[in-house]
T-cell receptor, first 115, second 111 residues
Framework: AQKITQTQPGMFVQEKEAVTLDCTYD???????LFWYKQPSSGEMIFLIY??????QNATEGRYSLNFQKARKSANLVISASQLGDSAMYFC????????????FGQGTELSVKP | EPEVTQTPSHQVTQMGQEVILRCVPI?????FYWYRQILGQKVEFLVS????????KSEIFDDQFSVERPDGSNFTLKIRSTKLEDSAMYFC?????????FGPGTRLTVT
């Protein structure tokens, strides 16, 4: 069975600094994908970044990068130059491509950016 | 930029009533999903849909739930007889390949 673990229920970061949100996963599959989503207080789920298990390079999207360490089964999200608008809940998720593409989510990390 | 839309944004219903939640996925996407999020909890998978049929469903998706793609654009989730514990945010998502894009959600309140 697949599992996502986010061990940080809440994090604080100073505006303009970088922050790392932790995510570890468990799967026996070889072909899978890892995702990060942002959920602001308004409730929508915003796709941030995707990493495939066979991708050799870490994914980057603007200020977001995914630190993928396959041997450690970790997929941490790094947000550079934090902004006040980054304050939100962040969910790590995974899918196995042998199992139809459903996403399995972690419990989330609430990030607060301080001015 | 194309996006997933959902209606209504908020639905209040009485226990035992039927509700239909509607979604319009991104037009060239082939894979469709419903998820739910009970307040303060993580997002849970309900069902996936591809090629006009259910490809996978979770334990939550029992006989009270059904999905349909009645035309080329809409994707609906029906709950036949709502229970108090069905109160949650319901998200529709669609994907062309890997990245799933979520709609804004429908907040269902069962009283």
């Amino acid at each position: 069975a697949q599992k996502i673990t986010q061990t940080q229920p809440g994090m604080f970061v100073q505006e303009k600094e970088a922050v790392t949100l932790d995510c570890t996963y468990d799967t026996s599959d070889q072909s899978y994908g890892l995702f990060w989503y942002k959920q602001p207080s308004s409730g929508e789920m915003i796709f941030l970044i995707y990493q495939g298990s066979y991708d050799e390079q870490n994914a980057t999207e603007g200020r977001y990068s995914l630190n993928f360490q396959k041997a450690r089964k970790s997929a941490n999200l790094v947000i550079s130059a934090s902004q006040l608008g980054d304050s939100a809940m962040y969910f790590c998720a995974m899918t196995s491509y042998n199992q139809g593409g459903k996403l399995i989510f972690g419990q989330g990390t609430e990030l607060s950016v301080k001015p | 930029e194309p996006e997933v839309t959902q209606t209504p944004s908020h639905q209040v219903t009485q226990m035992g009533q039927e509700v239909i939640l509607r979604c319009v996925p991104i037009s060239n996407h082939l894979y469709f999903y419903w998820y739910r999020q009970i307040l303060g909890q993580k997002v849970e998978f309900l069902v996936s849909f591809y090629n006009n049929e259910i490809s996978e469903k979770s334990e939550i998706f029992d006989d009270q739930f059904s999905v349909e793609r009645p035309d080329g654009s809409n994707f609906t989730l029906k709950i036949r007889s709502t229970k108090l514990e069905d109160s949650a945010m319901y998200f529709c998502a669609s994907s062309e390949r890997y990245e799933q894009y979520f709609g804004p959600g429908t907040r269902l309140t069962v009283t």
